[in-house]
Every structure is written in structure tokens, then in C-alpha cells.
């Protein structure tokens, strides 16, 4: 009796060993212990434009997955994102028509950044193919997001922006500002998994 009761202890304590491990990457390689970030993208300069962005912050690797998802957007136009914010620590706000200094009708990019702040982390340009749609994804590594230290406190107080608006002046041709922001969104902490 007590030979099977030595047994089945070792039994079980080998069927843990093989089901923690599997029960702890359900949640994803890298991922216990992480905290995600989500934000929502509003238009800035361009009405129809939308979109959402989901980060996944590993502390112990200082690695930060990136997931934008933008749409509405002219197909065959080259965009650059980046996760923008104030190294003194103010948090990011979103900017409004309020911040338009000039009223030419277009949010420029230096007067996004009084709300926004200045970009800290930018993200590769993005090109759009088809349907008006962006699909990013990247990792970033700790020397990628050394302006964001201390990540897990600033990235919370930051936002994202896109950038690039095909404007209408008045008078003239239109033309493809690179600077503009055409979307951006407040980076928020969700959750710790």
C-alpha cells in the first residue's frame, strides 16, 4: 500500500510538471507576467479614419509586440506611426480642432504635438494596399524603446498618431503632407496576464 501511494505521488507530480508549463503558454510564449495596452484611434485630419492599437509589454524581456490596425485610409499612400508623448511625464490628450493654430483647416503635426507630444518610439513607414487598410506588427526591443523609461509607467501616459494627409488646399493642387496626423489615439493600460 505505501509503495502505491509513492507511486502515485510521483505520478502526479510529474503530471503537474507537464501541465503547468502547457497551462502557462495557453497564454502565449513570453507572455505571463505581461501588461497590455490598448488604444483607440479617432480621426484627426481625416473624418472616416479608424482604428486600434494592442501592445503586449513583457517586463522581464523589455519587449514590446505591437498590433495596429488602421482603416478608411487612401490605398497606395506610404503612412508612419509612432507612440508619441512628454518626457516630463504629462500624459497625452487628443488633439482637436481646437489646436488647428493657424485655422487652415488642417491639424499640422507641430500643433498636434501641444496635445500629443513628440513622437518617442517611431514605427517603420507603412505602406497601404488595398481596401484602405493597415495591418502592423512588430516587436520592439528595450534599446528601440529607451525613450519611454520607465516603459511601464510612460507608455500609459502616451498616445499613437499616424501620420499622413492628403490635403485640399483652397487654392492650388492638392498634395501629400508626410507630417500630418491623420489618426491618433490615447495608450491606455488594460490588464497584467
Not at 81 to 110: C, E, M, V
Not at 137 to 157: E, F
Not at 158 to 176: K, S
Amino acid at each position: 500500500m505505501k509503495a502505491k501511494l509513492v507511486l502515485l505521488s510521483i505520478l502526479v507530480v510529474v503530471a503537474l510538471a507537464v501541465i503547468l508549463p502547457t497551462t502557462a503558454m495557453a497564454k502565449g510564449p513570453g507572455t505571463v507576467g505581461a501588461t497590455v495596452f490598448d488604444a483607440k484611434l479617432m480621426p484627426t485630419n481625416a473624418p472616416p479614419v479608424a482604428g486600434e492599437l494592442h501592445l503586449v509589454l513583457n517586463p522581464r524581456a523589455i519587449r514590446l509586440r505591437v498590433m495596429l490596425h488602421v482603416w478608411g485610409i487612401r490605398d497606395n499612400m506610404l503612412h508612419t506611426a509612432a507612440i508619441t508623448g512628454f518626457t516630463s511625464g504629462q500624459p497625452a490628450r487628443l488633439p482637436t480642432p481646437a489646436y488647428d493654430a493657424n485655422k487652415d483647416g488642417i491639424i499640422s503635426g507641430a500643433e498636434a504635438a501641444v496635445a500629443v507630444g513628440d513622437p518617442l518610439v517611431w514605427l517603420e513607414p507603412i505602406k497601404v494596399k488595398r481596401n484602405g487598410k493597415i495591418v502592423f506588427y512588430a516587436t520592439l526591443t528595450n534599446s528601440q524603446l529607451a525613450a519611454l523609461s520607465p516603459i511601464d509607467i510612460m507608455l500609459g501616459k502616451c498616445a499613437i498618431v499616424v501620420y499622413g494627409v492628403m490635403q485640399q488646399p483652397t487654392y492650388g493642387l492638392p498634395f501629400y503632407d508626410p507630417t500630418a496626423p491623420l489618426t491618433s489615439g490615447l495608450i491606455k493600460a488594460k490588464k497584467a496576464i
